[in-house]
């Protein structure tokens, strides 16, 4: 029997919304990079095929930075990352399990990971396979 269940998340206001398939019981990572510092993102890798969204991408504003390969997608109303393509991932998306209802969730184990010192670091990240 799987324990790979269909989560379903968004962002504050409603507006941004999504599906996932991913395990029950997940580990996250919380990266202390700048932008996952200061955001409190808490990261669920998974597979471009596992992601699925709900709503039109015209709900969500776009911001890039540094290298401009990972892609930031904000709700254009209540301004809440949910989901984002990350430069570690780029072929897959990063959910922020906060954004997840947690009707579906088991449990969550967490897993740090020094972005503040990504490029010394990536390599232990690349090497997580997305769920």
């Not at 709900?54 to 401009?68: K, V």
Request: aromatic share 12%; net charge positive; glycine share 8%.
């Amino acid at each position: 029997m799987s324990d790979r269940v269909t989560h379903v998340g968004g962002c504050h206001c409603g507006d941004v919304r999504f599906e996932v398939v991913a395990p029950r019981d997940i580990t996250a990572v919380r990266c202390n990079c700048s932008i996952c510092r200061m955001s409190g993102f808490e990261h669920l890798f998974v597979a471009k095929e596992n992601f699925r969204l709900l709503t039109e991408w015209d709900a969500l504003s776009l911001y890039r930075f540094n290298t401009g390969v990972a892609r930031h997608y904000f709700c254009k109303r209540c301004g809440v990352k949910s989901f984002y393509v990350p430069r570690s991932h780029p072929d897959g998306y990063s959910i922020h399990v906060q954004c997840l209802r947690p009707d579906t969730l088991g449990s969550v184990q967490y897993e740090s990971f020094d972005g503040a010192d990504w490029e010394g670091h990536i390599g232990s990240l690349r090497a997580r396979k997305s769920d």
